[in-house]
Nanobody
Framework: QVQLVESGGGSVQAGGSLRLSCLAS????????MGWFRQSPGKEREFVAA????????RIGDAAKGRFSVSRDTGKNTVYLQMNSLKPEDTAVYSC??????????????????WGQGTQVTVSS
């Protein structure tokens, strides 16, 4: 089992930046792939970014390409989502997720086994 806690959310002006963190605890010695997803009221959960267990491979969702990046610090058991050039449409609850098996980045919700509670990101115009 692994527990995930997101932090770093808040309110920013359009064009600003935020860095979200996902701290993992529990069984953190396994080859987890990590993902970031977001959801706003009335919308389906949307894939944002994912990173493989080694950190060498990443995948970024279409809406975030060119603006967001994902990285991980194994020593700190932390995954980061750097969000630049934020837009009002980026407003959502952002959640991190861990994929217990495979260690390969995936954009699919069904491939993830553990989820954090999420952190709110609000971007004003």
């Amino acid at each position: 089992q692994v527990q995930l806690v997101e932090s770093g959310g808040g309110s920013v002006q359009a064009g600003g930046s935020l860095r979200l963190s996902c701290l993992a605890s529990g069984r953190t010695d396994r080859r987890y792939a990590m993902g970031w997803f977001r959801q706003s009221p009335g919308k389906e959960r949307e894939f944002v970014a994912a990173i493989g267990w080694s950190g060498a491979s990443t995948r970024i969702g279409d809406a975030a390409k060119g603006r967001f990046s994902v990285s991980r610090d194994t020593g700190k058991n932390t995954v980061y989502l750097q969000m630049n050039s934020l837009k009002p449409e980026d407003t959502a609850v952002y959640s991190c997720a861990a994929r217990a098996n495979g260690g390969i980045a995936s954009p699919w919700v069904k491939d993830y086994d553990y989820w954090g509670q999420g952190t709110q990101v609000t971007v004003s115009s």
